[in-house]
């Protein structure tokens, strides 16, 4: 019962990632690839180069609900390692994953920022939410979304292990944020040439 509600978790999980928001948004409304555009992500700051702020939030919006909602369900009804918190873990893997190489797009996508985001605050709300304000406000004073992205993401381990989270919480930060400052490698390239587009 414990291997099958693990590859239940993470097949779950992955396909829910692997929901397109932004790429089913902007095709919906204007009939283009978003991948053929900007940065050729499917996240919402690409979203925004096509469709302004207000799909940008919704969208942002939308990736975390994404995110948050197999690691809630995962929480909710899993039985097995639920004291180290294994299986909202590897939900919030697989969703990740999806996000960022969805199954739907030939394993493209996103960044995987809002969705990653949406399994913390899932995970435990208290750091979800300290990682947004630190998002918010990096990105607010910066005026660049990767380097709040970034940053904010790059604080969430150890705000994680400060709050006294199963040890499988804070790993999963850990290696979540190195995944996602590697798909922002191009944007680190643009940032210190001073070549990255300011929202």
Request: net charge positive; charged share 10%; proline share 3%.
């Amino acid at each position: 019962m414990e291997v099958i509600q693990i590859i239940l978790t993470i097949l779950t999980a992955y396909v829910i990632g692997s929901i397109p928001t932004g790429y089913i948004i902007v095709k919906t409304a204007t009939g283009q690839d978003i991948r053929t555009i900007g940065s050729g992500s499917t996240g919402a700051t690409n979203v925004k180069r096509v469709m302004g702020k207000k799909w940008f939030f919704i969208t942002l919006l939308l990736d975390a609900l994404k995110g948050a909602l197999p690691v809630i369900l995962a929480k909710i009804f899993a039985t097995a390692y639920t004291g180290i918190g294994l299986l909202p873990v590897l939900a919030a893997v697989a969703v990740i994953l999806g996000h960022s190489k969805s199954v739907f797009l030939k394993f493209t996508g996103g960044k995987s920022v809002a969705s990653g985001v949406g399994t913390i605050l899932a995970l435990n709300w208290q750091v979800g939410l300290i990682i947004a304000v630190i998002w918010g406000v990096i990105t607010y004073t910066s005026k660049y979304v990767s380097l709040g992205s970034m940053i904010a993401l790059a604080f969430s381990p150890f705000i994680m292990y400060f709050m006294h989270a199963p040890v499988a919480y804070v790993g999963y930060c850990l290696l979540g944020a190195v995944y996602i400052i590697y798909l922002h490698r191009s944007n680190i390239k643009r940032l210190i040439k001073g070549e990255e587009n300011k929202v």
